[in-house]
């Protein structure tokens, strides 16, 4: 099969677990290099000895997206490595879900700076690299992917600052994707429903009693059928953008 991104290379944030981790290895398997951004270094070279041992090229970049000085650090050791970028995934993210009357600020915050900040901030940092690898081949085009949620098109009870943030993600792709086209830039944002990760993990258990009680005996998605979707924009024709796309469970209402 043709390695469709031979010759490119990518930044994926969040890849040690999840939707980054199952994205890293599928960009890696179009035959892209691939640089694995995050904060977990262990799970980081676990991910890029897999990469390697099948043939691809991996960088493990240990990195806090929070802050911007972090951010572009990792962009700038992302280019020095590999040469090149082609491909931003901005998949980190965290979703602490609860009451808004009393809530603990701290969580607001750190949602605000890892799932909206921290994707502002590489963004930032990759557009300039993004740009250059557009008008170069092999593809002429570049990628930003932007991961939001369903939780970015409506908002729910329990959920209103991840909401906030995700909403957030969708109007900053957008008027990003605007200010880019001409450039051969593309911007997307997928939003995945109920996704089988981590990310629930993160909140009490009265909380993820609630989430499992929410959505009910449902058959969920998995990270690869987002990485599924993340490789399929990236790989389309240089004429066709895929702006914006939904991804649900089947049964999910």
Avoid at 41 to 65: C, F, M, W, Y
Avoid at 154 to 179: D, H, I, P
Avoid at 222 to 243: C, F, L, M, W
């Amino acid at each position: 099969m043709t390695r469709r991104l031979e010759g490119t290379a990518a930044l994926v944030t969040g890849a040690s677990s999840g939707i980054g981790h199952a994205t890293a290895l599928e960009l890696a398997r179009e035959g892209a290099s691939v640089a694995l951004v995050g904060r977990r270094e262990d799970r980081l070279t676990d991910l890029a000895a897999e990469i390697s041992n099948a043939g691809g090229k991996a960088l493990v970049v240990p990195a806090d997206i929070t802050t911007a000085q972090a951010a572009a650090e990792a962009v700038e050791r992302t280019v020095e490595n590999l040469g090149r970028l082609d491909i931003l995934v901005n998949n980190a993210g965290l979703m602490l879900l609860g009451p808004a009357p009393g809530a603990d600020l701290n969580d607001w915050r750190r949602m605000i700076d890892i799932n909206l900040m921290g994707l502002m901030y590489t963004a930032h940092a990759a557009v300039p690299h993004l740009v250059k690898a557009a008008a170069e081949e092999p593809r002429q085009v570049a990628d930003i992917v932007n991961i939001g949620s369903l939780a970015g098109r409506n908002a729910y009870a329990m959920s209103a600052v991840y909401s906030a943030t995700k909403f957030g993600v969708g109007a900053f792709s957008e008027a990003l994707r605007q200010e880019l086209a001409r450039q051969h830039v593309r911007v997307s944002v997928v939003e995945p429903g109920s996704v089988d990760t981590e990310l629930r993990t993160h909140n009490p258990d009265v909380i993820q009693q609630h989430i499992i009680s929410a959505l009910g005996d449902i058959e969920r998605l998995q990270s690869q059928d987002i990485a599924d979707t993340v490789g399929y924009i990236v790989t389309r024709p240089r004429h066709v953008a895929v702006a914006e796309l939904l991804v649900r469970p089947t049964e999910q209402a």
